[in-house]
């Protein structure tokens, strides 16, 4: 069975802390993927949510000094109960209190998959990048070389999304291909691609490589359907939730 038709059999609970911009976008993405989400961002009930839910998804997006806290206590209760947990360090290079933020969080959780572009990652290996605001920017550095380096570093999976995606445990290195260019003219594709790599993940910790790369090659392959039928970004976003629902499905139909 695929981790696809698995999860959406099994319906996980994926708690998401998360920036409000994407919040609305990411919660309906979710659930046309066939998951539950939970936005829960209160310190009060961090560590309880994140202690029943199949996955705890942390976006630094629209970041506060109380966020991070309840980060912390949510990403400690999640692998203290054997479930993973993905960092989105949105923006990471952008700021001096968001690379701190992200590597506060790195620090104090065993995160399973920091999942972000090559800006983001290039500010928390602090390797020299032309950082555009939350946007990949522009750099040279060798992106594979540093996600290696990444996941050896802090123990994790490293997923980077671009033009060609790259998945790796710091040994070894999947690529995935793909896309379309569209994804990245509306808001939250890659916040919610994050909680995507969550929900496979949960149907598929035996081999948590594999099960990103292939929450990846699915994402990519929603991008590539939803520009078939899309116009511009307003009709894109709308399509792209009706793809992700019905991808993979057993009737190998598209709604739209």
């Given at each position: 069975?695929?981790?696809?038709?698995?999860l959406?059999?099994?319906?996980?609970?994926?708690?998401?802390?998360?920036?409000?911009?994407?919040?609305?976008?990411?919660?309906?993405?979710?659930?046309?993927?066939?998951?539950?989400?939970?936005?829960?961002?209160?310190?009060?009930e961090?560590?309880?949510?994140?202690?029943?839910?199949?996955?705890?998804?942390l976006?630094?997006?629209?970041?506060?000094?109380?966020?991070?806290?309840?980060?912390?206590?949510?990403?400690?209760?999640?692998?203290?109960?054997?479930?993973?947990?993905?960092?989105?360090?949105?923006?990471?290079?952008?700021t001096?209190?968001?690379?701190?933020?992200?590597?506060?969080?790195?620090?104090?959780?065993?995160?399973?998959?920091?999942?972000?572009?090559?800006?983001?990652?290039?500010?928390?290996?602090?390797?020299?990048?032309?950082?555009?605001?939350?946007?990949?920017?522009?750099?040279?550095?060798?992106?594979?070389?540093?996600?290696?380096?990444?996941?050896?570093?802090?123990?994790?999976?490293?997923?980077?999304?671009?033009?060609?995606?790259?998945?790796?445990?710091?040994?070894?290195?999947?690529?995935?291909?793909?896309?379309?260019?569209?994804m990245?003219n509306?808001?939250?594709?890659?916040?919610?691609?994050?909680?995507?790599?969550?929900?496979?993940?949960?149907?598929?910790?035996?081999?948590?490589?594999?099960?990103?790369?292939?929450?990846?090659?699915?994402?990519?392959?929603?991008?590539?359907?939803?520009?078939k039928?899309?116009?511009?970004?307003?009709?894109?976003?709308?399509?792209?939730?009706?793809?992700?629902?019905?991808?993979?499905?057993?009737?190998?139909?598209?709604?739209?």
């Amino acid at each position: 069975m695929q981790l696809i038709q698995q999860l959406r059999k099994e319906q996980p609970l994926i708690h998401c802390i998360t920036n409000f911009v994407v919040a609305n976008f990411q919660a309906n993405g979710l659930l046309a993927l066939g998951v539950s989400p939970v936005m829960a961002d209160a310190i009060e009930e961090a560590e309880d949510i994140a202690n029943v839910a199949a996955c705890s998804v942390l976006n630094i997006g629209t970041l506060k000094q109380q966020t991070v806290d309840a980060m912390i206590l949510a990403g400690k209760s999640a692998r203290a109960a054997g479930k993973p947990v993905v960092l989105d360090p949105v923006g990471a290079g952008a700021t001096p209190f968001r690379k701190a933020s992200a590597l506060h969080v790195l620090k104090e959780v065993d995160v399973t998959v920091i999942r972000c572009n090559a800006g983001e990652l290039a500010a928390i290996a602090n390797i020299p990048w032309h950082a555009k605001g939350v946007d990949a920017g522009e750099g040279n550095a060798d992106i594979e070389k540093i996600a290696k380096e990444v996941a050896l570093e802090h123990r994790c999976l490293v997923a980077v999304s671009g033009e060609v995606d790259i998945v790796t445990d710091g040994h070894s290195t999947l690529t995935i291909t793909g896309g379309h260019p569209m994804m990245t003219n509306i808001t939250g594709t890659g916040c919610l691609l994050s909680s995507v790599v969550g929900a496979f993940l949960t149907a598929g910790m035996e081999k948590p490589l594999e099960a990103t790369a292939e929450a990846l090659s699915f994402y990519k392959r929603v991008g590539e359907e939803t520009a078939k039928i899309s116009t511009g970004p307003g009709d894109f976003a709308m399509n792209f939730l009706n793809i992700l629902h019905t991808l993979d499905r057993e009737t190998k139909t598209f709604l739209v």
